[in-house]
């Protein structure tokens, strides 16, 4: 970080001589007068450009929103509506984005019927965005598989009026399946990889982002699976050859005082994704809530083979650091 230095002051020679209590008075007077004269000047403007409104909209006869409501664009860019509204545009009856959570233990609501959904489903994410890179959207779903009896025992959850208790049912596997525009079905559980070739079973998932990472055509779909009082979890899928395939690797971010995790998705030949894990050794001092001081940082290199990625390099030091416990732009946002 570059300060900002002031202006150094030269020394002229002369002693400046303060100004007497009526020239301040005067100025000050003045000062006074020119706001007043800016602040009417601005009055009028803002007057003379309702009475243009007005006019443009037809004195006030009803051409425009009702009660002068303004009406939001539909089109990409505003806000979560305009998702809701591409999803229902393209895909007609697609189910909703319902709120929840990833943390262990998650319940889930019912949701509605929908014939792009198996029955007792919950905990979903509904968007659409162009998987393969051939300019055609595709529904992306994901959704948990939910089955009675009611978890009584949560705080019930209302909605709407009159007040109504909303039912919530343990969540036991989440899916995630594409639906293309032609109407084809491509569905997947989602799984944690493990070590040896193991994998567990996710619960519950939500959408963290839909991004072009590497160097293949279309984007790949980066998933929370998890989160805690010390950080989250998150996997990634390709729609790869009419098939959803995991990347084969698990991401982390945040962390405690003693222990962090980030990740960020890079350019290059072939693309990249560097993991950070910080071990804190000795601290020094607290900057923005966090430890500078001596910490082990392992730096892991992944690249990416076709939909999945492979372990290039860790490289393990000692050094004094601020961590970066995040996830990068180029993860969330493309490269």
């Known amino acids: 970080m570059t300060t900002q230095l002031p202006p150094r002051e030269r020394d002229t020679g002369v002693e400046r001589?303060?100004?007497?209590?009526?020239?301040?008075?005067?100025?000050?007077?003045r000062r006074r007068r020119r706001r007043w004269v800016a602040g009417s000047a601005l009055t009028v403007a803002a007057l003379?450009?309702?009475i243009g409104l007005l006019g443009a909209a037809g004195g006030g006869g009803g051409s425009g929103a009702p009660g002068g409501r303004r009406v939001q664009p539909a089109g990409s860019g505003s806000g979560g509506g305009s998702a809701r509204t591409n999803t229902s545009r393209l895909f007609p009856g697609a189910p909703s984005t319902q709120p929840h959570g990833v943390y262990p233990g998650t319940a889930c609501e019912l949701a509605p019927r929908s014939r792009y959904l198996p029955e007792w489903?919950?905990?979903v994410t509904a968007t659409v965005a162009d998987l393969t890179g051939n300019g055609r959207a595709d529904l992306v779903l994901i959704y948990s598989r939910i089955a009675p009896p009611a978890l009584h025992g949560l705080?019930?959850?209302?909605?709407?009026?009159?007040?109504?208790?909303?039912?919530?049912?343990?969540a036991s596997q989440a899916m995630l399946r594409i639906v293309t525009p032609s109407g084809q079905e491509i569905t997947a559980p989602i799984e944690s990889p493990g070590v040896h070739g193991?994998?567990?079973?996710v619960s519950v998932a939500a959408l963290l982002a839909i991004a072009h990472v590497n160097n293949q055509q279309g984007r790949e779909i980066f998933l929370q699976t998890g989160q805690s009082s010390s950080g989250s979890d998150f996997l990634a899928y390709s729609l790869y050859r009419g098939r959803l395939i995991s990347a084969g690797v698990g991401f982390a971010s945040g962390g405690d005082s003693a222990d962090g995790n980030g990740f960020d998705c890079m350019p290059g030949n072939p693309?990249?994704?560097i993991e950070r894990n910080y071990q804190l050794i000795h601290g020094l001092k607290v900057v923005h809530q966090m430890i500078y001081g001596q910490w082990k940082e392992t730096i892991t290199?992944?690249?990416?083979?076709?939909?999945?990625?492979?372990?290039a390099s860790a490289d393990t030091y000692k050094r004094r650091l601020l961590p970066k416990e995040n996830i990068g732009a180029g993860c969330t946002k493309g490269i």
């Open 17 to 29: 001589v303060p100004d007497s209590p009526d020239v301040l008075f005067e100025e000050a007077r």
């Open 48 to 50: 003379v450009a309702g």
């Open 121 to 123: 489903s919950g905990c």
């Open 155 to 170: 705080p019930p959850r209302s909605a709407g009026k009159p007040r109504r208790v909303i039912n919530m049912y343990e």
């Open 198 to 201: 193991t994998v567990s079973h």
């Open 271 to 273: 693309a990249r994704v």
């Open 301 to 311: 290199t992944l690249v990416w083979r076709g939909p999945r990625l492979v372990t």
